[in-house]
Every structure is written in structure tokens, then in C-alpha cells.
């Protein structure tokens, strides 16, 4: 194994050596291009924003979607964009919406989808049972927190499966800007970014101190309080940022789809505590210092489902469902018994929740900056998150609810189970721009350990992970930039309750390509190969027994944007991913109980993103988007269900196929107001309670006087009873979202 992985190191050392050398056998030609260059540059120079705050606010700036494309002072560039369909959210338009947490203000992007049943609540322990984050449709997504990923290697799910625990993220206070990459990434970010990249980026110190207070109540007894302070030395080289925040939220009320009337999601609550803190300093343009620390305390209860209303008299009654007198166990139990799913209200009663505790910390050294702003660095980091989770077992032996025996013995016995979660990580970065050519090499490793303990014993697993990586960013004139790419991805073997996995190792290439008809107009292209390893933790040998192979394939995309007009602009996207072992995940009903499966598949992805936005003034504006997700499995090894049924078309249907949105918008003087409309379609009829739901948000905001600021938002205004996730095993109507909300807030900085 040695010796393999040795001759592999070798290949890849002689492609990259081969690599680099083509690029520089290009510099000649772009030192005879310098005229060309210098045009090139000049344009660039047109482009920069503007240094005043009163020009940046007097400067064009349009909403797509909450795309921001704007000369935002605030914004920060990407030297590693290769081009494509890239969305940024800036601190300015947070603050303007008045988000709560990350997941606001991404809901707001094209083809962005979150699902998490019961507003906060709807996790379950670290699996994040209910809650699904996908790009496109794709749950393999990479997330960056100052350059560290947040997720772990040794407890994840190959699969399209979201890695990251969103508990886990930053405070909104923290954040300075969000860059969605939709489809791979550059080389950076690995091979494994099937879905896309999320890169936040959190707060910098300013030069004048500058502290904000925020407070905000609103439905169901939530209730958010926040405190950020900046500043920086009299020099202003020593810069430093701390936040902090509280959040809290009752039981979530929703719509119920099959009744009509307004309940509770019993067992939604939720409290969540952020620490964040940051300094850095800059020892000259080319030299800084930067150390970053944040702490998220969150306790979550969790449903695992919502009652099914229609046959709660059964329920109550005892009859659900037949009883075997012997086993005091449910007989027959299947989706399609009405009501099967209440049975889990034992869970959200007796209180079953999850305690999470991150503290992350990381360190970066910055020794030199290319003209595009490209960065060598050295970056250490350390993630660690503990999880206390408390469920009650044992619920399938209840022949009928309430009994005294029973509720007595789960109260005094609950179901506890302590994971801790740890990634230790460091990387050495290489940038260099020499005339036309923008090179990027570097070095990423990282260790990451699972530990587990439940009442059924102790488990344990670690992995680690190397990527060896090369870019070549390529400007081939004064219009077309190319961009190569080589990744080496190495994961080490490792373990999981005496299941043993072997390294994996992989040469993967990328290629993106942008071109600028002119200052208002581009298209671009990628093709980017994807390896996901399968990971320690992957739960098909629990439950089909098969031995999965690595994940591979291929992502393409095109598109193009167009600014028709200093009033009109347009967008489009268009992306598939080919999958050769893609791992795909069904519940099947054998007759007797459902049986969970995890099996290897051929798997095409199709994603279409559309966009336009139209000014109507100096205070109006329209902005329109479409996402289009189309996706077929077809597993090589199938297991029917006794109907027939292919669960491959399963797999296929647990989510909208279209999402429609729409925002009007408001920004004139002390006034902010954004009216969004939203509706997704497309639902399978077996998985969703309606083919379609109709959703309408509001964001108010007023600039109550020069430290004051005022704030409503309205969700889900329509009070629609609606669902973004189904499942086979529970039927329609069980994942529900939230219903009518609001928030009132008041902030004040000084």
C-alpha cells in the first residue's frame, strides 16, 4: 500500500511539475502582450469600487434574488473565483434584511434550499435527521468559515448528503459576506464540492470603534438579543471584532395541510448562545496575522414528525393499529396506515433533545499577496463539537399510549448518548502572479476523529485527508481568462465498530473558462471531476450490508449574465453531474417493518437557474428567479419494493422540482422594504401534501435617525401549510415548515 501510494505521489508531482511548466512556457507570450495587459488592468481600475461610503451608496447596486452584483465597499473579492454562477451576500445586505442566522440569508439565493422542519427545532442529535442543505439540488457541499472547513471527514455520510451541521455555523453578527459558488469550485476547495462551495467570511475590525446593539421579539416566544463591537489601534493595523448572541424560540406553530387548522410542532424549542472574536494584525502590504475563535451553545429539541391530525381519535384510542399480545409490538406498521407516524409523539413529549457545543478556533499567517489579491499563507486550525443527546427508546413497545408503566420507566430512563466531533487541519498555501498567469499551489491535511457513547457501548473512527492541489488561472488576452486545475486527494484508512476502510486516493482535474464580450456581458464554462470517498461513518453497512465503492463522476455548467440596460439585467446557468457510483439512500416496507438502504447507482443531475432583474427608478426594483432540478437514479443493485415499486423513483421525489421566485423591492433614503413571493412545485403527490405552495415574506426596515434603526419581518405571510422535504416512511404532510411569523426588532450603534 506503501508503495502505491508513493508511485501516486510521484505521478502527481510529475503532472503538476508539467503543469506549472506550461504555464510558464506562457509568460513570453504575455510579456509581449503588456500593452494588452496595461488596457486590461485600466479596465479593471474603471471597475473598482468606490472608496467613499456616499459614492458607494450613490453607485448602481441591484438585488438578484439577493445576488448582490453591486459597488458595495464592503464587498470582498475572490482572487480563486474561476468564474460561473456566483452569488454574494454582503454584510450591507444582511443588515438590511435583518437575518437572524446564515440560514436566512441563503435562503434567499437562486437554487439554495433549506429544510428544517419546526423553524430551529426538527434536529435530531447530530444526525440533523430532518434537516437537508442543498445547492441545485446537491447535498454534497463544501463550507468554509475563514478558510477552515466545518465538516468531518469521520462523521459523515457519503452520499448527497449536506456534512455540515448547521448548529455548527458562525452568529449572523459574525459574518462579513457569503459567497455561494453553485456547481464544483476551484481546485482549493477540493474534489469532493460536487454541489458548491460556501465561503463565509467573518467580521473585520474597523478603523473608528463601532458598537451595535440589537434586540428583537417576535411569534411564538422568540426572542434575539446581539452585541458587536469593532475597532482597531491608532495605527489601524491592529484590528479586532467581537460579537455575541442569544436566541431563543417556543414550540413552532404550522399549518395543518390534511385539517386546516393552526397547531403546535410539539417539541420545537430552542435555545442558542454565539461567542465569536477576531484580531488581526498587518505588519506591512504584504505581511499580516490573523487569529479567529467563535463558540455556538445551542440545546434543540426535536420531533422526529408531526402528528397526523386526521387520526389522532385512534390514536388516543388505542386502535390504531393491531397489537401482538406476545411482543406488545405494532403489527404491520407502514406509511400507509393513517397515523403511523404518531407513535413518535412519544419522543417530542418526554422531551428528547440535543445539546451541541462548538468551539473553533484558527490561525493564519499571510506572507505574501499577488496583484489580484491571491494569498500565500500558512492556516492551522481545530474544530471540536460535543453533542448530548436524550431520546427515549423503547417507544415501539407501547400497546397503547399513555400507559402508566411505561411513561413512568421512560421519564426515569432515558436514552442518553454523548459524540464528540474534532477536526485538527493545516495548510500551506503558494500564490504567484507573474504577467498574464494567476498560479495557486498548495498543500491541505487534516485529521478528523469521531467518538461515540450510548447506552448500547462505545464507538470510535478517524480518518485523515491530504489534497495536494494546483491552479493556473490564465488570462489569454484582454477578454477570455482559463483556468486548469489538478487535485490529489488522499484519505487515510480507518474504522468504525470494527468495520475497517481502506485509504482511497485520487488524481482528479478541472477546467473553467470566462469571457468578457464586453464591461456588461460574460459566459463562462466548467468541467470539473468529483471524488467523494466513502467515510466512516456511512450507515449502508447497518443497513443494507453491501460494500459501497468510492464516489465518482463528472460536473459540467455553462452559462452567461447580461446587463441589458443600467436598469435591466439577466442571468443564466445551466449544470449536470454524471455520477458512475453515485450512493443513494431508500426505505423499503418488507411486510413487517421498514428496512433502510444505501446502495451504489448511476445518478444524473440536471440544475437550471434563470434570473432578471429590472430598476424602475432610483427606489424600485423587480427581481425574478427560477431553479429547475431534475434527477435520475437508476442503483445497480435493486431491491423492489412488495408492490414492485423501483425505489429508485423514490429517491427521485423527495423534494420540489421548481422553485419560483419573486422580489419587489424598496431602497430610497431611510427606507428599505423587500415583498417576496415564492412557489415551489413539481411535489410527488405520495411525499408532499400538495403539488404546489404559494409562499410571501416581508422585510421592512427604517433608519429611524442616525443611530436608530427599526425593523419588522413577516414570514410565510400567507400562512401556508407547506413541506420542502418528504419521506416514504411517513407520509405526506409529516416534515411541516412554519407557519404565519413575525419579528419586531430595534437596533442601535453607536
Not at 221 to 245: C, I
Not at 477 to 499: A, I, M, N, R
Not at 717 to 740: C, I, Q, S
Amino acid at each position: 500500500m506503501h508503495k502505491r501510494i508513493q508511485r501516486d505521489k510521484k505521478a502527481v508531482l510529475a503532472v503538476a511539475v508539467s503543469c506549472m511548466a506550461f504555464g510558464i512556457g506562457g509568460m513570453t507570450q504575455a510579456f509581449a502582450a503588456q500593452g494588452a495587459e496595461e488596457r486590461a488592468q485600466k479596465m479593471e481600475a474603471d471597475m473598482e469600487v468606490p472608496k467613499d461610503p456616499a459614492q458607494a451608496q450613490g453607485s448602481d447596486a441591484y438585488d438578484l434574488g439577493s445576488t448582490v452584483i453591486s459597488a458595495d465597499r464592503h464587498k470582498i473579492r475572490n482572487p480563486y473565483t474561476t468564474g460561473g454562477d456566483v452569488n454574494v451576500i454582503t454584510r450591507r445586505d444582511i443588515e438590511k434584511h435583518n437575518d437572524s442566522t446564515v440560514q436566512d440569508a441563503l435562503q434567499r439565493i437562486p437554487g439554495v434550499r433549506i429544510s428544517t422542519p419546526g423553524y430551529r427545532g426538527g434536529e435530531y442529535g447530530f444526525e440533523s435527521f430532518n434537516t437537508e442543505f442543498t445547492i441545485n439540488g446537491e447535498g454534497s457541499i463544501v463550507v468554509l468559515v475563514d478558510g477552515s472547513r466545518v465538516d468531518n471527514d469521520a462523521n459523515a455520510f457519503a452520499g448527497n448528503k449536506s456534512r455540515v451541521n448547521l448548529a455548527t455555523l458562525p452568529g449572523i453578527d459574525d459574518v462579513e459576506q457569503i459567497e455561494v459558488i453553485k456547481g464544483s469550485g476551484a481546485a482549493i476547495y477540493g474534489a469532493d464540492a460536487a454541489g458548491g462551495v460556501i465561503s463565509i467570511t467573518t467580521r473585520r475590525g474597523t478603523r473608528e470603534p463601532r458598537t451595535a446593539l440589537n434586540l428583537s421579539t417576535g411569534s411564538w416566544g422568540q426572542h434575539r438579543a446581539s452585541l458587536t463591537h469593532t475597532g482597531a489601534d491608532a495605527s489601524g493595523t491592529l484590528r479586532y471584532a467581537l460579537s455575541m448572541s442569544r436566541e431563543m424560540s417556543g414550540d413552532t406553530a404550522y399549518q395543518d395541510a390534511y385539517t386546516g387548522t393552526s397547531q403546535r410542532f410539539d417539541n420545537t424549542h430552542y435555545q442558542s448562545n454565539n461567542l465569536s472574536f477576531g484580531v488581526s494584525k498587518d505588519f506591512d502590504a504584504q505581511h499580516s496575522l490573523s487569529l479567529r475563535y467563535y463558540h455556538a451553545d445551542e440545546t434543540a429539541h426535536y420531533p422526529i414528525t408531526a402528528p397526523d391530525y386526521r387520526t389522532m381519535g385512534s390514536f388516543y384510542s388505542g386502535t390504531m393499529a393491531p397489537v401482538n399480545a406476545a411482543t406488545h409490538r405494532y403489527v404491520g406498521l407502514s406509511s400507509r396506515i393513517p397515523g403511523y407516524r404518531n407513535i413518535f409523539l412519544y419522543d417530542a413529549w418526554l422531551g428528547s433533545h440535543d445539546e451541541t457545543r462548538t468551539n473553533n478556533v484558527s490561525l493564519r499567517y499571510v506572507f505574501g499577496k499577488t496583484d489580484e489579491g491571491a494569498e500565500s499563507f500558512v492556516h492551522v486550525f481545530r474544530n471540536y463539537t460535543r453533542y448530548n443527546m436524550t431520546d427515549y427508546a423503547g417507544i415501539w413497545n407501547v400497546p397503547y399510549p399513555y400507559i402508566g408503566a411505561f411513561w413512568d420507566h421512560a421519564k426515569a430512563h432515558p436514552g442518553q448518548h454523548e459524540d464528540i466531533e474534532q477536526t485538527t487541519g493545516a495548510s500551506v498555501q503558494l500564490a504567484r502572479h507573474i504577467g498574464r498567469h494567476s498560479l495557486t499551489g498548495g498543500v491541505h491535511c487534516r485529521k478528523s476523529e469521531y467518538e461515540g457513547h450510548s447506552p448500547d457501548g462505545t464507538s470510535d473512527t478517524s480518518r485523515t485527508m491530504l489534497d495536494l492541489y494546483l491552479q493556473d488561472k490564465m488570462r489569454l488576452g484582454d477578454k477570455f481568462v482559463l483556468t486548469p486545475g489538478l487535485v490529489y486527494t488522499h484519505y487515510g484508512s480507518g474504522h468504525y465498530e470494527g468495520t475497517h476502510f481502506d485509504s482511497a486516493g485520487k488524481l482528479t482535474g478541472s477546467l473553467y473558462g470566462s469571457y468578457d464580450f464586453d464591461r456588461n456581458s460574460n459566459a463562462y464554462f466548467s468541467a470539473v471531476q468529483i471524488f467523494k470517498p466513502v467515510t466512516g461513518l456511512d450507515r449502508s453497512r447497518q443497513f443494507a450490508g453491501d460494500v459501497l465503492q468510492d464516489e465518482t463522476g463528472w460536473s459540467y455548467t455553462v452559462g452567461a449574465s447580461r446587463k441589458f440596460t443600467p436598469r435591466d439585467n439577466a442571468e443564466i446557468n445551466y449544470g449536470v453531474t454524471d455520477m458512475d457510483n453515485a450512493i443513494g439512500r431508500y426505505s423499503i416496507h418488507d411486510g413487517m417493518q421498514w428496512r433502510r438502504y444505501s446502495v451504489n447507482a448511476k445518478r444524473r443531475k440536471q440544475a437550471l437557474n434563470l434570473a432578471y432583474t429590472h430598476h424602475f427608478g432610483k427606489a424600485w426594483s423587480l427581481g425574478t428567479s427560477y431553479s429547475w432540478v431534475h434527477e435520475t437514479f437508476s442503483t445497480k443493485r435493486v431491491r423492489r419494493n412488495p408492490d414492485g415499486t423501483n425505489p429508485d423513483d423514490f429517491i427521485n421525489a423527495y423534494r420540489p422540482r421548481n422553485i419560483y421566485r419573486t422580489h419587489l423591492t424598496y431602497d430610497r433614503n431611510r427606507w428599505f422594504a423587500d415583498l417576496s413571493y415564492t412557489i415551489y412545485s413539481g411535489n410527488d403527490p405520495r411525499f408532499f401534501s400538495a403539488s404546489h405552495f404559494d409562499l410571501l415574506d416581508l422585510s421592512l426596515n427604517y433608519q429611524a435617525g442616525k443611530d436608530w434603526q427599526i425593523y419588522l419581518n413577516g414570514y410565510n405571510l400567507l400562512n401556508t401549510a407547506y413541506e420542502t422535504r418528504g419521506l416514504a416512511v411517513y407520509g405526506p404532510g409529516a416534515l411541516p415548515e412554519a407557519g404565519r411569523s413575525f419579528m419586531l426588532g430595534a437596533k442601535y450603534t453607536f
